[in-house]
Nanobody, 119 residues
Framework: QVQLVESGGGLVQAGGSLRLSCAASGRTFSSYAMGWFRQAPGKEREFVGLITWRGGSTYYADSVRGRFTISRGNVENTVYLLMNSLPPEDTDIYYC????????????WGQGTLVTVSS
């Protein structure tokens, strides 16, 4: 199992930027990638993007491509989500996930961090 801890959420004005962090520990050798989903109350969880550990390939949802950037940190097993040009519609709880190499899907989740974009 991989333990994931997010940080960096908070309140930002529309048009602003925010950076989220996700630190992984535990069985990280079984991880293929890490990334982010988001979810608003009463809505389904939505894929945001991910980055693979080997090669650093990134994949993004159409709704965030060009505005959001996922990167790996200098600190081992840390991933960042830089969000730019935020509109109020990006207000959500953002969840970090670990994509399990064996299971081939998101396997472990962080507790979530709230991002609120004010108009």
């Amino acid at each position: 199992q991989v333990q994931l801890v997010e940080s960096g959420g908070g309140l930002v004005q529309a048009g602003g930027s925010l950076r989220l962090s996700c630190a992984a520990s535990g069985r990280t050798f079984s991880s293929y990638a890490m990334g982010w989903f988001r979810q608003a109350p009463g809505k389904e969880r939505e894929f945001v993007g991910l980055i693979t550990w080997r090669g650093g390939s990134t994949y993004y949802a159409d709704s965030v491509r060009g505005r959001f950037t996922i990167s790996r940190g200098n600190v081992e097993n840390t991933v960042y989500l830089l969000m730019n040009s935020l509109p109020p519609e990006d207000t959500d709880i953002y969840y970090c996930f670990d994509w399990g190499l064996v299971v081939g899907r998101p396997e472990d989740w962080g507790q979530g961090t709230l991002v609120t974009v004010s108009s």
